[in-house]
């Protein structure tokens, strides 16, 4: 599973995955990109991605969202001033589309029961993103009767 840790630089995200997996934490410098921790756990097996949180790092959180499982916000409760900044950050980030766990167009077939409909009809599931335009070309609907 692929977890990832985000929230502000300084919030104590590198702390948190080297504290889970035994590490030392006495000296810890600030995330330029990411660190992956693998954790296992019971039968499975979690990687986390720990991403810095420099304001200039955020813009590229959404790089890391796709085939994501999971997502940790990590807040430091302790540093009330930049709460306001935080509560907007993670609010920004919920609005991604691409955390928001699509389905793939076989899954869509399987949730809709396609396969049990007659065959008198021709169809075709595309994947697609109104938001970036990804599989919107008119070369995939050609196929369509």
Not at 30 to 38: Q, V
Not at 55 to 75: A, E
Request: with cysteine.
């Amino acid at each position: 599973m692929r977890i990832l840790m985000v929230g502000l630089d300084n919030s104590g995200k590198t702390t948190i995955a080297l504290n889970i997996n035994g590490e030392d934490t006495s000296v810890i410098s600030p995330t330029l990109g990411f660190n992956i921790k693998t954790i296992k756990y019971h039968k499975y097996s979690l990687n986390i991605w720990d991403v810095g949180g420099q304001k200039t790092i955020r813009s590229y959180w959404r790089n890391y969202f796709k085939q994501t499982d999971g997502l940790v916000w990590v807040v430091d409760s302790y540093d009330i001033r930049r709460l306001d900044d935080c509560r907007a950050e993670l609010h920004n980030l919920l609005k991604e589309e691409r955390l928001a766990g699509a389905l793939k167009p076989t899954e869509i077939a399987k949730v809709f029961n396609l396969e049990a409909m007659d065959g008198s009809r021709h169809r075709q599931i595309v994947g697609c993103s109104a938001h970036t335009g990804d599989g919107l070309r008119l070369a995939h609907f050609s196929s369509i009767s």
